[in-house]
């Protein structure tokens, strides 16, 4: 690893510290940076748009690494295909540790069909863990049909294709397989709408 990637992790690796920290500004400002790293802004690169729980996540995650990084970090939204619009701009930066990118695990499923050439655990170097998040299932409050989850699975069972599913994100991605495995274990077939917002999925 290089010094400036060893640096960069040093001061990344500390983001969780200086998270919970938030209410104790003082304890954070003493976390120590590795040499001059960083001089300037670091730029982070969210796969999704404004608004999204990915942005909203990188924003506070920022503003929490204030006190460590003693500068600011300049959030920097590339959403569209399925969460990997954001590679080139990343992958094209200089290699001096001052831009990074929240990869999301749909990286891995999108190597694996071939439509991401970089390789996620090659090609990258792991800093941090920001978020954990899981896959859940809503339908409208006003949707009558489906009081429960056996109700819609039931539809689904008697009506294949027609209940159709919102998801982030384009075959491969975390949130399809997801749905396929539910749909192979519940035996049941849906249609299944990929949009690249978070927004536009629920506004849909």
């Not at 929240?102 to 990258?124: M, R, V």
């Not at 982030?168 to 077939?189: D, H, I, P, Q, Y």
Request: net charge positive.
């Amino acid at each position: 690893m290089s010094r400036i990637k060893s640096s960069l992790t040093r001061v990344l690796g500390l983001s969780v510290m200086a998270a919970s920290l938030v209410a104790a500004p003082a304890i954070a400002q003493t976390l120590a940076k590795p040499g001059s790293f960083p001089e300037r802004p670091v730029t982070v690169y969210v796969p999704y748009g404004p608004g999204s729980g990915s942005d909203q996540l990188s924003r506070a995650w920022a503003e929490a690494m204030r006190p460590v990084l003693g500068i600011g970090m300049q959030v920097v939204n590339r959403p569209g295909g399925g969460g990997m619009a954001a590679v080139p701009d990343f992958m094209s930066a200089p290699k001096d540790g001052y831009t990074i990118l929240q990869s999301i695990d749909d990286a891995i499923t999108n190597y694996a069909s071939g439509k991401l050439k970089e390789h996620p655990a090659k090609d990258w170097t792991p800093l941090c863990m920001t978020q954990i998040t899981f896959s859940q299932l809503y339908v409208r409050a006003d949707d009558n049909r489906f009081p429960n989850f056996d109700a819609l699975v039931k539809y689904a069972r008697d009506n294949p294709e027609k209940l159709s599913i919102a998801n982030v994100g384009n075959l491969g991605s975390m949130e399809r397989v997801t749905m396929n495995m539910l749909e192979t274990a519940l035996k049941f077939k849906s249609r299944q709408i990929a949009f690249d917002k978070p927004s536009e999925r629920y506004a849909a």
